[in-house]
């Protein structure tokens, strides 16, 4: 068995792939048996038109070869028939039951075929001694159908037991007077089987590494896109405080001034500077002033708590918050709860000017964005509140707007 997945491939194959391929192959089974329904159906109406006109009549109710031969058809018709009524669900790879119970119906199919094909042989043989029906006939399915290890090996083995049983006790009018029609049936069996099998290895071989390939690109490039979104993401993020950094800011703040120009909704922009951060460098070294920035970041994250807030590290020891459809009153509590979320840190700043811990000064603007005007203009408009803040002694918010606004 290990000699049969060697020369099949199926080592090769990761095991989370397996299921994945086992559904690609049933489907392609699927789809060829539906075309060998209508080829059956074009084969069964050549062969009744070639009884009909040898005989000049339709012998349904005779003991005869033609008879048999009809009947067969009708047989192959009908099964052809309830496999295409049966397959009819165009969903049939979507949901697992139908895809267990359409593997079942292929299985079926390709097995009638096959048994089809020996009976075809078995009367070709007796009448002339040739061997061409089983030829034909073991080649189409090899072609046609990619059956599992096992399933291939004990069907082409079943088949070839038939036809030696038919060549060796029922032998032909030919093979009795000549036996090397007898011989020859013998070494063309072993010889076609054979290859018909190898054949039949060799395309599924073709598909599995076919299958391989393409999910080793998928996964490269699923590794790849992912790299590239993790590389994005850094290229966006702060590397200290891990919220949004300048380059981010910008690009946010452009496209939700676009946006609320359009439906005239109020955008509000906040700078938050750390107080005498200098001094606190110069106290407590630069190591200190690092995690100080790293836990006034998650303090101004508490408080911009919206999923379209951005909060982002504008530059050294100052923050920005891009307050998406917020008006003024709505800016000011935001900025109030950052001030207060900040001072409740208590973290030490004995140098500070303003109190025994590090605290913030703010200043806001808001106003309604619109195509005369700029977004840098909101951004210089906090810039100016800011400046405010700090005159009029730190720790504390001003507000500004640029129009009218709620």
């Not at 090769?12 to 049933?26: G, L, S």
């Not at 100080?292 to 970041?297: D, H, P, T």
């Not at 998406?324 to 030490?348: C, H, W």
């Amino acid at each position: 068995m290990r000699l049969l997945q060697f020369l099949s491939g199926e080592t090769a194959i990761p095991a989370e792939w397996r299921q994945d391929f086992i559904r690609e192959v049933t489907f392609r089974n699927y789809a060829r048996s539906k075309v060998l329904v209508w080829f059956t159906f074009i084969l069964a109406a050549g062969v009744c038109a070639s009884v009909i006109y040898i005989t000049k009549r339709l012998p349904l109710l005779e003991l005869s070869l033609p008879c048999f031969l009809l009947w067969l058809q009708v047989v192959l018709v009908v099964s052809s028939s309830v496999f295409l009524y049966l397959s009819s669900v165009e969903d049939a790879f979507t949901a697992p039951e139908l895809q267990a119970r359409h593997e079942k119906l292929w299985y079926s199919y390709g097995i009638a075929l096959l048994f089809y094909t020996n009976v075809m042989f078995l009367l070709n043989w007796i009448q002339t001694g040739f061997v061409t029906a089983y030829i034909v006939g073991i080649f189409i399915f090899a072609v046609f159908f990619y059956y599992p290890n096992r399933s291939s090996f004990l069907l082409f083995t079943l088949n070839a037991l038939f036809y030696f049983l038919c060549i060796t006790f029922i032998p032909s009018q030919a093979s009795i007077t000549k036996p090397i029609y007898l011989t020859n049936a013998w070494l063309s069996g072993i010889v076609v089987t054979g290859a018909a099998w190898l054949f039949n290895r060799l395309l599924l071989d073709t598909q599995l590494r076919d299958f391989r390939n393409r999910k080793k690109i998928e996964q490269q490039a699923i590794e790849l896109r992912n790299a590239n979104e993790k590389l994005q993401r850094l290229a966006m993020i702060d590397g200290l405080t891990q919220v949004s950094n300048r380059r981010l800011f910008d690009e946010k703040l452009e496209q939700e001034w676009r946006r609320l120009a359009r439906s005239e909704s109020p955008l509000s922009v906040i700078l938050c500077d750390v107080d005498f951060f200098k001094k606190y460098n110069d106290t407590y070294g630069h190591l200190a002033g690092d995690a100080c920035l790293k836990e006034v970041a998650k303090a101004i994250q508490l408080s911009a708590k919206r999923p379209a807030d951005v909060v982002a590290r504008y530059g050294g020891e100052e923050f920005a918050v891009i307050l998406p459809d917020t008006g003024a009153a709505g800016a000011l509590r935001v900025a109030e709860n950052i001030l207060q979320q900040v001072s409740s840190l208590k973290i030490p700043h004995r140098t500070s000017g303003v109190a025994d811990h590090v605290t913030v000064s703010i200043g806001v603007a808001t106003t309604i964005p619109n195509s005369q005007m700029q977004p840098s203009q909101l951004v210089q408009k906090a810039d100016e509140s800011l400046y405010r803040a700090k005159q009029s002694g730190r720790n504390r918010v001003v507000h500004q707007s640029l129009t009218l606004v709620p």
